[in-house]
């Protein structure tokens, strides 16, 4: 795998999901993998960082009357009653595992859905650094990750998905989509083979 080519895409890093006082923390807590998911993510890039991979991040901010959202449905109608990922408040914050690394993490702002191609130029950027291989972490397995991921691949992107260092709902909703869903159109792996497919220059 050449790092030169590749980037990590983490998705939801933010306190709304991962800190233990979010307005959505149960969403992903019920899965028991949100503390391992930031541990996991935080070594990677410890890792990452020695390297040429590219490393970005994709915020989801909404304004507080979220006039973004139309007939919102699901989890985005959720996001809207729970008065989640407002811009400007806490919630919406990158978690502060993550700070130390913030000269390192490129952010792509304008997400405002599922899917982290839609409403970004987040496919530009891509192009411009001559990515192929798109990394995936983050949350919701279910939802963002694999609407973002699929997108990724209809683009003609290699996909790559992080076991360990994402999170669902359920632990059942984890294990479905690693072993029924994303093999259709990804490679699954953890953090270590990802090392381990980078090296020598990874590690």
Do not use: W
């Amino acid at each position: 795998m050449n790092p030169e080519n590749t980037a990590l895409l983490l998705i939801g890093f933010q306190n709304d999901y991962f800190a233990r006082d979010g307005i959505l923390n149960n969403v992903i807590e019920e899965s028991a993998s949100a503390k391992n998911t930031v541990d996991n993510t935080v070594k990677l890039i410890q890792n990452l960082a020695k390297t040429p991979v590219l490393i970005i991040s994709t915020p989801v901010f909404f304004t507080p009357d979220y006039k973004e959202l139309i007939d919102p449905v699901g989890i985005l109608a959720m996001v809207k009653q729970a008065g989640a990922f407002q811009a400007g408040g806490k919630g919406s914050q990158t978690i502060e595992q993550l700070q130390p690394f913030h000269g390192k993490i490129l952010e792509i702002p304008g997400k405002r859905g599922l899917n982290a191609f839609a409403n970004t130029n987040l496919h530009d950027v891509l192009q411009q650094k001559n990515i192929k291989h798109l990394v995936l972490a983050g949350a919701v397995t279910s939802v963002c990750i694999d609407s973002t991921g699929r997108s990724a691949y209809e683009q003609g992107y290699r996909v790559s998905i992080l076991n360990d260092c994402t999170s669902a709902r359920t632990r059942f909703e984890q294990d479905f989509y690693f072993e029924n869903v994303f093999s259709l159109y990804a490679q699954t792996l953890t953090s270590v083979e990802l090392l381990e497919r980078l090296e020598p220059i990874a590690v």
